[in-house]
């Protein structure tokens, strides 16, 4: 029988058989559980319900057959605990009735609800924080008990989200890294405010802040602004006092941002790549500025048109080439001067070919079936989903190799899998 059924069962018989049909409708402190010192059995809720394993000493209950207490949400989604010897307040609802336990709030825990949570004085734990050119850089501390609290901020640990975010380049940015989101901010100023700041943080260390902004004792204005992280450092940032949104992955690889003058941003280390299946239209009031560290490619299946209301220049360092493989017109309305360094010649020797670009076909989607597009230059090219990315193919095909690798000639053999 799996661990599963068995779990399921178990609190069947529970509810079946509740250890008191009436208990006090008062609140009691419960001690979270997630196995068993003694049977090393393992205490996650499975019904999959979010619910906590726990025992309450007060009505001598055994931690080794705690009851399942599911959450009782006051308005914002909390933390559920996930280590054993966490001390929460339960309650039984329906008269004190056994099988109507819920928790509700975690006795001595820290309200945190930013990812990596918020910056302090860095502590000097020998990485470099804290010193030299860091000295006065704030960190992400881990403020994780009411103890850390009372700490001078200097001894409180360093969230090893700052390395992180380091490796991403927002590390010294207030407004895309680091920050001041924390239902204590508020309360911590001359005159204590009500906290602007709510949200929730997972176990892992993923989160969302909703922050209404404020202004502390020095007039250090602090902006409304929301927050999704994840533990990695991937965030979508939306900035209501300086008026931006901004969204990054964990690396820094790959970045946009909407400013609050219109300008946008959009940054790759990789490649960008864009399509659409009717117009692709680009108009900028003012100029144009194109620029490639090495070839500009262009290609028409039809007329390729380029007209000037003014002059056109075309002008390069090597060696230029214009070819026809049909009739060439040149018709010039006023004088037609030619220049040249050494000889012109009108009709020979043989001028060089211009070079092709490079086509190949792409995988596409048209009415939800693949298909392909013949003799295109662009080495990348989005579809209609479900988009096939050769990233996610690479890195699926990397994962099947070493999990292959790694099986035993004996796993292989019975998969019928030849090595």
């Not at 399921?8 to 402190?29: C, H, M, N, V, W």
């Not at 990485?127 to 006065?136: I, L, N, P, T, Y």
């Amino acid at each position: 029988m799996s661990s599963l059924v068995k779990a399921i069962r178990r609190e069947q018989i529970k509810s079946a058989f509740p250890t008191s049909d009436a208990l006090s409708r008062g609140i009691y402190k419960a001690i979270t559980v997630t196995r068993s010192d003694k049977t090393d059995e393992h205490f996650i809720d499975p019904m999959g319900q979010n619910r906590i394993a726990a025992y309450i000493p007060a009505l001598g209950q055994d931690p080794d057959n705690p009851m399942y207490f599911k959450h009782a949400s006051t308005g914002s989604i909390s933390n559920v605990p996930v280590d054993s010897g966490t001390t929460v307040f339960v309650f039984f609802a329906d008269s004190g009735k056994a099988t109507e336990g819920f928790w509700f709030a975690q006795a001595g825990h820290i309200v945190d609800v930013v990812s990596g949570g918020v910056m302090g004085v860095p502590q000097v734990d020998g990485s470099g924080a804290g010193e030299g050119a860091f000295k006065d850089t704030p960190l992400m501390k881990s403020f994780s008990t009411i103890d850390d609290i009372e700490k001078d901020e200097k001894e409180v640990t360093n969230d090893p989200r700052n390395k992180k975010i380091a490796i991403q380049g927002t590390l010294t940015d207030e407004l895309r890294g680091t920050s001041t989101s924390s239902p204590r901010r508020d309360a911590s100023y001359e005159i204590a405010q009500h906290s602007k700041v709510m949200g929730f943080k997972t176990p892992g260390g993923s989160a969302v802040s909703i922050d209404d902004g404020s202004v502390d004792d020095d007039g250090n204005i602090y902006s409304e602004q929301i927050r999704i992280t994840t533990a990695s450092g991937a965030a979508v940032i939306l900035d209501g006092g300086n008026d931006f949104i901004y969204a990054v992955n964990s690396s820094g690889s790959g970045w946009v941002e909407i400013g609050a003058n219109g300008e946008v941003m959009v940054y790759a280390e990789g490649s960008l790549s864009m399509r659409t299946e009717k117009d692709f239209n680009i108009r900028a009031d003012k100029n144009i500025n194109l620029e490639a560290g090495e070839n500009i490619n262009m290609h028409s299946v039809g007329n390729t048109k380029i007209n000037s209301d003014n002059e056109l220049h075309l002008r390069s360092v090597g060696n230029q080439f214009l070819q026809s493989e049909s009739g060439m017109n040149i018709n010039v309305g006023v004088n037609c001067i030619v220049t040249t360094g050494g000889k012109l010649h009108l009709n020979g020797p043989i001028a060089s070919e211009s070079e092709l670009i490079l086509v190949d076909d792409m995988p596409d989607m048209q009415n939800l079936e693949a298909t392909e597009l013949k003799d295109t230059i662009v080495s990348a090219m989005p579809t209609h989903e479900p988009f096939v990315r050769p990233q996610v193919k690479e890195l699926k095909e990397t994962a099947s190799d070493f999990a292959i690798s790694k099986a035993s000639e004996e796993g292989l053999e019975k998969a019928g899998i030849k090595k």
